[in-house]
């Protein structure tokens, strides 16, 4: 039986989605299949169970190396209208042929959202973990290549930076590439900012919206809290602030001490732009969020912008506004080092 502080924490984590898609009916789901490729992880498993809760949801296929049938038969007893399989790749065969469980995870996907890889330790940085993680989102990849090639992408494994361009590039090479259809989830950074200006502000964070422009990494990361309504910190607050936002990983990983990364805040933004993404699939015609797209407000071939979202993914990159000399100075500094991550991306996918 959940406690009364369980079915708030449920409630908390689908009350939004539900009342924003209220007008659809959770009878009407459009058939929307929702691809989660490393389902079994530390991200994977809590962004499955809040997919699980969403009415815009009707498939849920989790994929991932090991224990992703036990994850399912787990999801598949929660009363929610969006059926469940587990997956994992299939054993070798002769002929060698390719991966049938990976197949029938992806096979009418409308969105593959994949968290897949190893998560970052102590004193790690997101760069760390490309040898690794660039390997698996290149698989994985080229599987959405073959068995969903109109599905949208929403890339979590990190360095997203690079990953994000490794995915086009594996996709250009298919010739499936949609600009429109790949995205690097970014909605973390956004998530920790509103979280820490309604700290600040002492008002409820989901009445606020902080723009988070740039890649996701460090200090690619650039919040423009100037675009805050009411928010007046002063330098040295802001300064604060937006290390704070910029390094936030760090803070978890060191609370963690060595047993895990940001897995449950990351997933629930994992939800919460996988579901906006189905609401504008859906119809719904106003849903504007932050994400990791290609881009040609910079010089960057890749950068994190507020992005509308229509039925076929990205409707349009929007720009960022006007912005202050303090986050010009950010953006300045973070430019390099954004392309230099979007190009290791680029050769590692095409050695």
């Known amino acids: 039986m959940f406690s009364t502080a369980s079915r708030r924490i449920v409630s908390a984590a689908s009350s939004q989605t539900i009342q924003a898609n209220r007008f659809f009916g959770s009878t009407t789901a459009m058939g929307r299949k929702v691809a989660v490729l490393g389902a079994a992880g530390g991200i994977g498993q809590p962004l499955s169970l809040l997919l699980k809760l969403s009415p815009n949801v009707t498939e849920l296929a989790c994929y991932d190396i090991v224990g992703t049938p036990g994850v399912a038969a787990d999801l598949s007893h929660i009363p929610s209208i969006a059926s469940v ?3 994992i790749p299939s054993s070798g065969t002769w002929p060698p042929s390719h991966d049938t469980g990976l197949e029938a995870a992806l096979t009418g996907a409308d969105i593959v959202v994949i968290p897949a ?28 290549a073959k068995f969903c090639p109109g599905a949208i992408l929403a890339i979590i494994s990190n360095p997203v930076n690079s990953t994000v361009p490794i995915a086009a590039e594996i996709l250009k090479k298919h010739g499936v590439y949609d600009p429109k259809k790949l995205c690097g989830v970014t909605t973390l950074d956004v998530i920790r900012a509103n979280t820490f200006v309604g700290a600040s502000m002492g008002c409820d964070p989901n009445e606020i919206n902080v723009p988070v422009i740039g890649g996701h990494a460090g200090t690619t990361i650039l919040p423009l809290y100037s675009q805050v309504p009411g928010f007046s910190p002063s330098d040295e607050e802001l300064e ?54 290609e881009s ?18 990205v409707e349009e990159v929007l720009g960022y506004g006007d912005i202050t000399p303090y986050e010009q100075a950010w953006f300045d500094k973070m430019m390099p080092d954004l392309k230099g991550q979007i190009q290791k991306g680029v050769d590692f996918a095409n050695p």
């Not at 004193?123 to 994985?140: C, P, Q, S, W």
């Not at 390094?247 to 963690?256: L, S, T």
């Not at 040609?296 to 993914?313: E, L, Q, R, V, W």
């Open 240 to 293: 604060a602030i937006t290390v704070r936002t910029q390094f936030g990983g760090d803070e978890v990983v060191q609370a963690k001490a060595g047993a895990g990364s940001a897995t449950l805040s990351m997933a629930y933004a994992g939800y919460v732009f996988t579901d906006k993404v189905l609401q504008a699939m859906n119809g719904a015609d106003d849903i504007v969020q932050c994400a990791y797209v």
């Open 85 to 87: 399989t587990g997956n």
């Open 296 to 313: 040609s407000i910079t010089d960057a071939a890749f950068f994190s912008s507020p992005c509308k979202f229509g039925p076929d993914g």
């Open 117 to 144: 890889g190893v998560p970052r330790k102590p004193g790690m940085t997101r760069d760390d973990l490309f040898n690794t993680n660039a390997g698996i989102v290149k698989a994985l990849v080229e599987g959405c």
